[in-house]
């Protein structure tokens, strides 16, 4: 009958005599709570009401900073989500944060700053190539390759901390270290196609990828970290905005200087010739 979802309640006298059994008089049915779902209702093993032990599954969240489940849920994301957050830095139609959807990721910032350090290191080698093509023989540098990897991670990783402290210090609530990392993270994918153009040995060219790159970046950046500046009073919120654009432009100048200034400004001009002999010289002899 429990499976039916009722209570048997037998009547039984105090000596232990069940008596009569009639069904119609001993037997009451009443309505089961057993397939009640609501965990208010419901008591601990033993009726203590005391909390679900310490090996319980909510235990079984707790993520420690030891484990690679702490870290892992920072790479929670897929390859769809990667990408369409790729194209929201490129071309971008809303509030970055708000296509984060509460789950900034770095896997995302992981990967684009290390395939910009790398073409960075390509496009420089190349660039230093072409510069000294025909003068002398030719020779990696591969500082190229530590400073690329030294000034991306380094800016990438220090700057959100720095203004993520900035903001907190500041009195702002809604600042998040994740999607400040996210932010810059995701703003250094212009310069995979910046670095792959930039190689050129005309310096004006150089120039201007350089500036467009800036442009698109410290855009995307200012767009996104407005509103969260903004809940600082509004001094500390244009000194924060000023400090961003400066140390973007800062990134934007190293760039250019450390790994596409080999060019040449304008061509260089072919050897002169040595004037012909005077022939009044050989009717001396």
């Known amino acids: 009958m429990s499976g039916a979802g009722y209570d048997v309640v ?5 000596e232990g005599d069940l008596g009569h ?13 057993f397939n009640d779902n609501n965990p208010s209702n419901r008591k601990a093993p033993g009726g203590s009401g005391l909390p679900a032990p310490a090996t319980a599954s909510s235990g079984s969240s707790k993520r420690f900073l030891w484990t690679l489940s702490f870290y892992a849920q920072f790479f929670d994301v897929d390859t769809n989500q990667v990408l369409s957050r790729c194209w929201a830095a490129l071309y971008p139609r809303s509030n970055f944060l708000d296509v984060l959807e509460g789950n900034p990721d770095l896997y995302g910032p992981l990967w684009i700053a290390t395939t910009v350090v ?24 591969f500082t190229l390759l ?8 380094g800016y990438t990783l220090i700057i959100p901390i720095a203004l993520f402290l ?13 999607e ?15 670095a792959l153009i930039s190689w050129s040995p005309i310096v004006i ?19 996104n ?27 934007a100048i190293g760039i250019k200087f450390l790994f596409f200034s080999f060019g040449k400004s304008k061509p260089e001009e072919p050897p002169k010739e040595a004037p012909p002999a005077d022939p009044a010289m050989f009717l001396v002899f």
Request: aromatic content about 14%; proline content about 2%.
């Open 225 to 251: 970290l407005y509103p969260v500046l903004s809940a600082t009073d509004k001094q500390t919120s244009k000194i924060l905005l000023i400090l961003v654009v400066a140390l973007h432009a800062g990134l």
């Open 205 to 223: 060219l150089n120039y201007v990828f350089v500036a467009v790159g800036f442009g698109v970046s410290v855009a995307f950046l200012l767009r």
């Open 166 to 178: 900035a903001l907190k210090y500041f009195g702002s609530e809604s600042a998040n270290l994740l």
């Open 21 to 33: 059994t009639d069904l119609q008089e001993d037997l009451e049915f009443h309505s089961s709570n």
């Open 180 to 194: 400040c990392w996210a932010l810059y993270g995701y703003s250094n994918l212009i310069w995979i196609p910046v």
């Open 146 to 153: 530590s400073g690329a990897a030294g000034m991306i991670y």
């Open 118 to 141: 790398f073409i960075l290191f390509l496009g420089g080698t190349i660039n230093k190539y072409l510069g000294e093509h025909g003068k002398q023989a030719f020779v990696y540098d």
């Open 10 to 14: 037998v009547d039984v006298d105090e």
